[in-house]
Structures are given as C-alpha cells and as structure tokens.
C-alpha cells in the first residue's frame, strides 16, 4: 500500500528538509542490498522524527528495532550533546550493516546497539527515557510499551509506529495476528491514563504518547 498519492509524497518531500548524505546512502543501500526495504522510516517519516527529537531535545533515546540505522540516526540528530541512544536488535546479521552507518555518523560515540531478543533486552537496562521508539516484531507492542513505560520520565514521549498496519487495523476482514496486536495496542494507548495520544497519520501510522 502507497500510503500517499505519488505526486503528493514527492511534493511533500520536495519542500521538507533533504536526508543528509548519509542518510541518502543508507536509504540507497538499503533498497538494493538489504530484504524488506520497506522497513526503513524513508525521508519524510526520518524528518518527523528529527523534528520532534529537536523538540523534546532527549537525553536518553531508546529505540527497539534498529533495522538498518535510519530512525535511529534521525533521532539523534536532536538528542541532546551528552546523551545516548540504544537500540536493540534480534537480527546479528543486519547489526553489522547499522553499525557502519553509526560509525560513519556524528554521533558514533553516542549510540549503542545491542543485538538481543527486546523483551530479554529491555529489563537489563536502567536509564531513564526521554523518548522511546517502538518499530520491532507488531506482537510485542503492548508488552514493550508496560516494560518501558514506568522508566520514562514524566513529559517524556513513547512514538509507536506502524500502527495503521497500511490499513489494515480498521477492516474488519482483517485478523491475523499481527493486525489484532496493533489494534489491541492502539486501543490500549487511547484509554491508558498514564499517557495522552495522538495518532498521526504519517505513513503508515504514528502513535504519539507523552507520559503524564
Ligand atoms: C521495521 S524494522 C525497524 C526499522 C527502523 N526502526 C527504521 O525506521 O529504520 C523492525 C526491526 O525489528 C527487528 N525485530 C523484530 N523482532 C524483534 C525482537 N523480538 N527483538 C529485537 N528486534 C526485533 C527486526 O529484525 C527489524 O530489523
């Protein structure tokens, strides 16, 4: 699914900020060398992500599904001099292409990823959130949402994406199990009084939480 008409995506990317050269490479590199391309955040998703990673200004960034780099170095474009990000990732085999692309990066001494089973992988770690990414396996959202949410600051923001699943999430012929998970989730965050939420619908669907 094209999540907007051609021409509107192309306008809407014309006139937001380019993807800097690594991040043009890493979209490119992706598209011909890694399965599943479609999982990278793209540009206009990256941007929103730079965007609002400038305007929490976080020191601690927690990303669970790491791919091949993409979101994680768009976040981190706003954290702050002396933060850090984490990302985890099951896939050992695609962490060797993201950690290039962090160590080509501005802020290679900043990031660390961690190649692991998340939901083993999240109650090992103690920092405090300031923003927290969810874009791994759909099944788990929920669950990664309750091991993270008591260690997010308060005004810190939790960002869940793919939670339209291309539309899927509100036709009712659709039941696979993937597709009940992120509805289950997506009402559980419009009634969880520890978070206010907006769903934007940016490409396939961002769920936006600010804790409480
Ligand atoms: C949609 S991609 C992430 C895209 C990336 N955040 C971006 O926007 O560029 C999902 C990633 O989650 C990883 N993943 C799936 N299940 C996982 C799990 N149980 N633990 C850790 N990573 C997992 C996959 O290997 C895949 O790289």
Known sequence: MEFLPEG????VEDHSEPESDLLQQINRETHLHVLKPRMLSGHLQGRVLSMLSHMIKPKYILEIGTYTGYAALSMAEGMQPHGKLITIDNNEELSVRSKKYFELSNHSDQIEMLVGNAIDVIPTLKERWDLVFIDADKENYANYFDQVIDQVNTGGFIIADNVLWSGKVFDKNKQDKA??????FNEKMHTDSRVQNV????????MILRKI
Do not use: A, M
């Not at 769903?199 to 961002?206: A, S, V």
């Open 199 to 206: 769903l934007f619908p940016i490409r396939d669907g961002l």
């Open 8 to 11: 509107l995506q192309e306008y």
């Open 179 to 184: 597709t009940e998970s992120i509805k289950g």
